[in-house]
């Protein structure tokens, strides 16, 4: 049970952000929102996470609704090199269940 | 190493055989995971580890499958009279401490083929 919803796929051109969301509407209030990602042959590599507050890394930002029930990850300006999976994940305890994700394509 | 290292990278094997998967955690690291990935599949949950204990084991398959870990480093999963649908891509991840305010950092893993 993944507890999130995301669209199977998106196409997002090269250069311009990428947003993808994600819908948690049964998150806890101790549950943690995580964005992974898996590059094509590749073990998945950790991206970003917030508990409440919007976060941002080198590699993205993730904005969360004030209610907590969806989230969108944010990558500013999407290379060929962001085409993967990305799994949108909700944790409150000790591991981490992947869902299916958003098979993200970028457009040259 | 820098990161989660597994090996071997490749395991071709016959029916019936038993196979065995190393990870190496990166230096530190107090949790280990494993996980499998069927062609074309999500990731399955399969184990966790905390120190040399694994208090969640309920994503084992089968009885065919254990895993364990000493000194609080390496893992070894180990898997009983393999079958053609455990062929899979076994992938080991590892974190500081326990989630769920943790990165876990994956190894690239093993790609598993059972003739």
């Known amino acids: 049970d993944a507890k999130t919803t995301q669209p199977p796929s998106m196409d997002c051109a090269e250069g311009r952000a990428a947003n993808l969301p994600c819908n948690h509407s049964?998150?806890?209030?101790?549950?943690?929102v995580y964005w992974y990602r898996q590059i094509h042959s590749q073990g998945p590599q950790y991206i970003i996470h917030?508990?409440?507050n919007n976060e941002t890394n080198e590699m993205a930002s993730l904005i969360i609704t004030e209610d907590r029930k969806s989230s969108t990850l944010i990558l500013p300006h999407a290379t060929l090199r962001d085409t993967a999976v990305y799994y949108c994940?909700?944790?409150?305890?000790?591991?981490?269940?992947f869902g299916k994700g958003t098979r993200l394509h970028i457009l040259p | 190493g820098a990161g989660v290292s597994q090996s071997p990278s490749n395991k071709v094997t016959e029916k019936g055989k038993d196979v065995e998967l190393r990870c190496d955690p990166i230096?530190?690291?107090?949790?280990l995971y494993w996980y499998r990935q069927s062609l074309g599949q999500g990731l399955e949950f399969l184990i966790y580890?905390?120190?040399?204990?694994?208090?969640?084991k309920s994503g084992l398959p089968s009885d065919r499958f254990s895993a364990e870990r000493t000194g609080g480093s390496v893992s070894t999963l180990t898997i009983q009279r393999t079958q053609q649908e455990d062929s899979a891509v076994y992938l080991c991840?590892?974190?500081?401490?326990?989630?769920?305010?943790?990165?876990?950092?994956f190894g690239s893993g093993t790609q598993l083929s059972v003739l």
């Open positions: 991840a590892s974190s500081l401490w326990d989630l769920p305010n943790e990165k876990l950092f």
């Open positions: 049964t998150i806890s209030g101790n549950e943690y």
């Open positions: 917030g508990l409440k």
């Open positions: 994940i909700v944790l409150g305890d000790d591991k981490i269940i």
């Open positions: 230096s530190g690291h107090t949790a």
């Open positions: 580890f905390q120190g040399n204990s694994a208090p969640d």
